[in-house]
């Protein structure tokens, strides 16, 4: 996670509050490292989460990404193995759903929430991707 002048803000924890009402939340793409997934998962397996089903922590969410207190976009793997599951962010579509409009978006896909995305940097970033 990062900053960008025009593709990815983060907020500055030393501005004024309603700072962050204006800024764009980019929602770059950001995996968490399988180390944690992993951990996530033993801890889970340990009992440690009591009988809550296990959902997989896979990214921090557009807040935590712009440097303001947030969540994660997790996937519930429950139900048997399946070769997709429920992305929990606020697309509201599949894992796979969910890479298809990042690699639309260069990364970035919280750009389609915006009326004037960088179309020009993000279209650079996306030009060679393959489709999912």
């Not at 950001?30 to 992993?38: D, S």
């Not at 921090?60 to 440097?67: C, E, G, S, T």
Request: aromatic letters at 12%; charged letters at 20%.
């Amino acid at each position: 996670m990062g900053r960008h002048s025009a593709l990815c803000f983060i907020a500055d924890q030393n501005a004024p509050s309603e700072e962050a009402h204006r800024l764009v939340f980019a929602d770059p793409l950001v995996i968490a490292p399988i180390e944690k997934l992993v951990s996530d998962f033993d801890d889970w397996e340990a009992g440690y989460w009591g009988d809550q089903a296990f959902t997989l922590g896979l990214s921090p969410d557009d807040l935590h990404k712009a440097n303001i207190s947030g969540a994660s976009y997790d996937v519930c793997l429950v139900g048997g193995p399946c070769g997709d599951a429920a992305f929990g962010d606020w697309h509201e579509v599949t894992f796979v759903e969910y890479l298809r409009s990042v690699f639309q978006w260069g990364g970035f896909p919280g750009w389609e929430r915006y009326p004037d995305p960088p179309v020009e940097e993000l279209n650079s970033l996306a030009k060679d991707l393959l489709p999912v």
